[in-house]
């Protein structure tokens, strides 16, 4: 059980001591996308939902999911994040969007789970908040790009599977 770093020398889970270690610079950048009808898609493009701005909320909601990653994910340590950026583009050959979420923090443990918690929530309040159009979307995809900093230094995802 010993090779495990969530789990002490008798089975059970703990959260991994960090106090050790020197804050470094850290980012970590995850993707996904949804896919919807065209139709819901130009709606969300012409920002003509009854809902509001799809992408502006999808946004605030992903940066404010990737803030609260150790409220969600048991064992995940509690960051002071010094930056949130997501970014929607319009893909027709979906059809549908790709999100891209990027976490800055200087810090003693990475954040690419508050880059993949932030991606996740973005792309499900879409479809939260096109639902009403389309309950057949389908979010997909959802994967570290990349991360840097620490002591396991940089790491960048090869070519992801088929969307």
């Known amino acids: 059980m010993s090779d495990f770093t969530h789990i002490d020398e008798t089975g059970r889970a703990r959260m991994v001591d960090v106090s050790s270690k020197n804050p470094t610079p850290r980012v970590a950048v995850a ?14 493009r012409s920002n003509s939902l009854g809902k509001g701005d799809v992408l502006g909320v999808a946004r605030i909601a992903g940066i404010m999911a990737a803030k609260k990653t150790s409220e969600l994910i048991p064992l995940c340590h509690q ?5 949130v950026t997501i970014e929607f583009d319009f893909d027709a050959s979906l059809p549908g969007l790709r999100a891209e979420a990027q976490v800055k923090t200087l810090d003693r443990t990475g954040v690419e789970m508050e880059a993949l918690t932030a991606v996740s929530i ?3 309040t879409i479809y939260d ?5 389309d309950r057949g979307m389908t979010i997909t995809s959802i994967a570290l790009l990349e ?3 620490g002591k396991s230094g940089d790491w960048k995802r090869g070519e992801i599977e088929p969307r």
């Open 79 to 83: 960051l002071a994040l010094t930056d």
């Open 129 to 133: 908040m096109a639902k009403a159009l």
């Open 122 to 124: 973005a792309l499900l």
């Open 147 to 149: 991360k840097s900093g």
């Open 31 to 44: 993707t996904g996308s949804i896919r919807m009808s065209s139709t819901t898609l130009d709606a969300i």
